[in-house]
């Protein structure tokens, strides 16, 4: 078992920046490829970004590619989010399981937390 917290979101002016953070607890993320989704109201939850770390690998979603940016250290993965537009806004959720934009391949998901873009 693995619990993920997210941490990081506010409220922030279009083209401002943001930086989340997702921390584990239970087992360590670098057994799982860690993915971020969204989900804005009355929208489905929509892929934004993962990472194998196995394999080095980082795929992001075309609608914030050039924008975001996915890292990590030993303790923690991070969205780097920049030039931030209002369609951003949305409840972001860190997930671990399989390296896929497709979430019902992760099983594990934190509580999220709110990212607001004004315009």
């Known amino acids: 078992q693995v619990q993920l917290v997210e941490s990081g979101g506010g409220l922030v002016q279009a083209g401002g920046s943001l930086r989340l953070s997702c921390a584990a607890s239970g087992r360590t993320l670098t057994t799982y490829s860690v993915g971020w989704f969204r989900q804005a109201p009355g929208n489905e939850r929509e892929f934004v970004a993962a990472g194998s770390w196995s394999g080095g690998r980082i795929y992001y979603a075309d609608s914030v590619k050039g924008r975001f940016t996915m890292s990590r250290d030993n303790a923690r993965v991070y969205l780097q989010m920049n030039s931030l537009k209002p369609e951003d806004t949305a409840v972001y959720y860190c997930?671990?399981?399989?390296?896929?934009?497709?979430?019902?391949?992760?099983?594990?998901w934190g509580q999220g937390t709110q990212v607001t873009v004004s315009s």
């Open positions: 997930a671990a399981g399989s390296y896929s934009d497709i979430k019902e391949n992760y099983n594990y």
